[in-house]
């Protein structure tokens, strides 16, 4: 059993390890958008090349973080996060020294495979070391500082871009790895996935990423066995990115693209889709259980979750070239502008979620995406010479209130929806599905709206196409509460409780750990 107590100094230094791990990979996710105006610039780079900047790396993290996690268990859940912060780290010190948009966009798709092996490992760590009384505040801790670095992302992203230059955004990345590799090689226990012994009090130190990845048809203790066996589902994973990323490169080549090739990509995408779904199927440990979708609620949830993670990742992808391009803003003003979200996530997601507890979810995930959606239509009025306190602050305050109303209750929803042993599994689904909804976002908007791949170097052309932008992202919000108020209902008293109470990512919902205390009561 872990026995690592978080006030002691191990404690605190395994805390301070995965803090680094995962703040590096939320970073990434974050000021790179404010980045997109300035890279397009210096490497002559068209929209597709930008597009691509940010989906190359939202490709791979959202085709491989299921299977991250477990690789962690099987090899030991230290040597693969360290693994996936020097991988990281490397791949970004590529990013900052690419001398094209080409390299530019593998070192991206490099780093998206490095963000998949340490983002579930950091928590699957904590998981593993502390004992099972400070195990949930230590998770709380993680959450919680993982959400600062969140918010600290753009504007520290637009700091940079406008002082050292853009490439600092990537480079900054390999000394948080120096600091991280040697003191997760100092302090923090290693750890397998070998299934531990449930106390008298019930806990148990197995993390979900574990069970989560191996639970197909017969719960942890099976996923654990599979596991011992090396059976990974790699051809699944690999599947799943490849149909994402033909799909993705369908819809962000449909504007200029061959015809024949573009026809091809899409139809190759769509069966490499079918063909993931019959491995899957068939797979005695599958990447994704398909018989968790049995559960009707855990099924809707996650098609609320593609819709409002899909407005996000096309609203955060243009909004921040938007305020550079058109309103004519420094990269820090438009980083910052854009903060308030973020901050009122980390202040307000705890108390949105206990209140969740009390009324039940179907509101706060009905009335979460309507504001959202208002905040992106009152964006229609951030134009040219736009005010930030009459224009640009209102629409992302009633965003952020938005966000904060529906991301606890989605998360605890997920969670509530399956049996707590596929807890793991469920979170990391969720997860992923929010990265894959804003992989295709930001690949179909400017399509959809009919942006040129020369739109951003253009205030008139882009403003157009965003104000269009805005109203379908709105749409699909609306579309999320529609599905949210007809589906979703109060889960079961003993459902599972979240344990990342506060969270700061704007992009995905947070990964959850296995833990059998603390249920919603």
């Given at each position: 059993?872990?026995?690592?107590?978080?006030?002691?100094?191990?404690?605190?230094?395994?805390?301070?390890t995965?803090?680094?791990?995962?703040?590096?990979?939320?970073?990434?996710?974050?000021?790179v958008?404010?980045?997109?105006?300035?890279?397009?610039?210096?490497?002559?780079?068209?929209?597709?090349?930008?597009?691509?900047t940010?989906?190359?790396?939202?490709?791979?993290?959202?085709?491989?973080?299921l299977?991250?996690g477990?690789?962690?268990?099987?090899?030991?859940?230290?040597?693969v996060?360290?693994?996936?912060?020097?991988?990281f780290?490397?791949?970004?010190l590529?990013?900052g020294?690419?001398p094209?948009?080409?390299?530019?966009?593998?070192?991206?798709?490099?780093?998206?495979?490095g963000?998949?092996?340490?983002?579930?490992?950091?928590?699957?760590?904590?998981?593993?070391?502390?004992?099972?009384?400070?195990?949930?505040?230590?998770?709380?801790?993680?959450?919680?500082?993982?959400?600062?670095?969140?918010?600290?992302?753009?504007?520290?992203g637009?700091?940079?871009v406008?002082?050292?230059?853009?490439?600092?955004?990537?480079?900054?990345?390999?000394?948080?790895?120096?600091?991280?590799?040697?003191?997760?090689?100092?302090?923090?226990?290693?750890?397998?996935?070998?299934?531990?012994?449930?106390?008298?009090?019930?806990?148990?130190?197995?993390?979900?990423?574990?069970?989560?990845?191996?639970?197909?048809?017969?719960?942890?203790?099976?996923?654990?066995?599979?596991?011992?066996?090396?059976?990974?589902d790699?051809?699944?994973?690999?599947?799943?990115?490849?149909?994402?990323?033909?799909?993705?490169?369908?819809l962000?080549?449909?504007?200029?693209?061959?015809?024949?090739?573009?026809?091809?990509?899409?139809?190759?995408?769509?069966?490499?889709?079918?063909?993931?779904v019959?491995?899957?199927?068939r797979?005695?440990?599958?990447?994704?259980?398909?018989?968790?979708?049995?559960?009707?609620?855990?099924?809707?949830?996650?098609?609320?979750?593609?819709?409002?993670?899909?407005?996000?990742?096309?609203?955060?992808?243009?909004?921040?070239?938007?305020?550079?391009?058109?309103?004519?803003?420094?990269?820090?003003?438009?980083g910052?502008?854009?903060?308030?979200?973020?901050?009122?996530?980390?202040?307000?997601?705890?108390r949105?979620?206990?209140?969740?507890?009390?009324?039940?979810?179907?509101?706060?995930?009905?009335?979460?995406?309507?504001?959202?959606?208002?905040?992106?239509?009152?964006?229609?009025?951030?134009?040219?010479?736009?005010?930030?306190?009459?224009?640009?602050?209102?629409?992302?305050?009633?965003l952020?209130?938005?966000?904060?109303?529906?991301?606890?209750?989605?998360?605890?929803?997920?969670?509530?929806?399956?049996?707590?042993?596929?807890?793991?599994?469920?979170?990391?689904?969720?997860?992923?599905?929010?990265?894959?909804?804003?992989?295709?976002?930001?690949?179909?908007?400017?399509?959809?709206?009919?942006?040129?791949?020369?739109?951003?170097?253009?205030?008139t052309?882009?403003?157009?196409?965003?104000?269009r932008?805005?109203v379908?992202?709105?749409?699909?919000l609306?579309?999320?509460?529609?599905?949210?108020f007809?589906?979703?209902?109060?889960?079961a008293?003993?459902?599972?409780?979240?344990?990342?109470?506060?969270?700061?990512?704007?992009?995905?919902?947070?990964?959850?750990?296995?833990?059998?205390?603390?249920?919603l009561?």
């Amino acid at each position: 059993m872990p026995d690592v107590r978080l006030a002691s100094t191990q404690g605190r230094w395994i805390l301070l390890t995965t803090v680094l791990g995962s703040s590096m990979a939320l970073l990434d996710s974050t000021v790179v958008n404010v980045a997109l105006p300035r890279i397009g610039r210096d490497l002559d780079a068209d929209l597709a090349a930008l597009q691509w900047t940010v989906n190359a790396y939202l490709l791979t993290l959202a085709g491989l973080i299921l299977l991250g996690g477990s690789l962690g268990d099987h090899y030991g859940r230290r040597k693969v996060f360290v693994i996936g912060v020097v991988w990281f780290a490397v791949a970004s010190l590529l990013c900052g020294i690419a001398p094209n948009a080409g390299v530019l966009v593998a070192a991206r798709a490099l780093q998206g495979v490095g963000g998949a092996l340490l983002t579930p490992g950091s928590l699957a760590l904590i998981q593993a070391s502390f004992h099972p009384e400070d195990r949930g505040r230590a998770v709380g801790l993680w959450s919680g500082f993982g959400g600062m670095g969140a918010a600290v992302g753009p504007f520290l992203g637009g700091w940079l871009v406008d002082g050292p230059g853009w490439r600092w955004v990537f480079l900054l990345n390999v000394p948080l790895a120096v600091v991280c590799v040697p003191v997760a090689l100092r302090h923090v226990p290693e750890s397998d996935g070998r299934p531990v012994r449930r106390s008298a009090t019930g806990s148990a130190a197995e993390s979900v990423t574990g069970s989560a990845a191996g639970s197909a048809t017969g719960g942890a203790s099976k996923g654990a066995a599979g596991r011992a066996r090396g059976r990974f589902d790699v051809l699944g994973a690999c599947l799943g990115a490849l149909a994402l990323a033909l799909v993705t490169y369908a819809l962000i080549e449909a504007r200029s693209g061959p015809v024949g090739v573009v026809t091809g990509a899409a139809v190759a995408g769509l069966l490499a889709g079918v063909a993931f779904v019959a491995v899957e199927r068939r797979h005695p440990d599958p990447m994704l259980p398909l018989d968790i979708f049995a559960s009707r609620q855990f099924t809707a949830v996650n098609l609320v979750t593609l819709c409002v993670y899909a407005a996000f990742g096309g609203f955060f992808f243009l909004s921040a070239v938007q305020l550079q391009v058109v309103v004519g803003w420094s990269a820090l003003g438009a980083g910052t502008a854009l903060l308030p979200t973020t901050v009122l996530m980390l202040l307000l997601s705890a108390r949105s979620g206990e209140l969740a507890e009390h009324i039940g979810p179907r509101i706060p995930l009905t009335a979460g995406p309507l504001l959202c959606a208002a905040g992106m239509l009152l964006m229609l009025r951030v134009g040219p010479g736009a005010s930030y306190t009459t224009d640009v602050l209102p629409a992302v305050l009633v965003l952020g209130c938005g966000m904060v109303a529906l991301v606890a209750p989605l998360t605890a929803t997920v969670l509530a929806s399956v049996d707590v042993a596929r807890a793991g599994v469920a979170s990391g689904v969720n997860n992923a599905a929010a990265r894959a909804a804003g992989l295709v976002a930001v690949a179909a908007l400017p399509l959809l709206t009919g942006m040129s791949s020369e739109a951003y170097r253009s205030a008139t052309a882009f403003d157009e196409a965003f104000q269009r932008a805005m109203v379908l992202c709105a749409g699909v919000l609306v579309v999320g509460a529609v599905v949210a108020f007809t589906t979703v209902r109060r889960p079961a008293p003993d459902c599972r409780r979240p344990e990342c109470r506060t969270h700061g990512s704007v992009l995905a919902p947070p990964l959850e750990g296995e833990r059998t205390k603390g249920r919603l009561s």
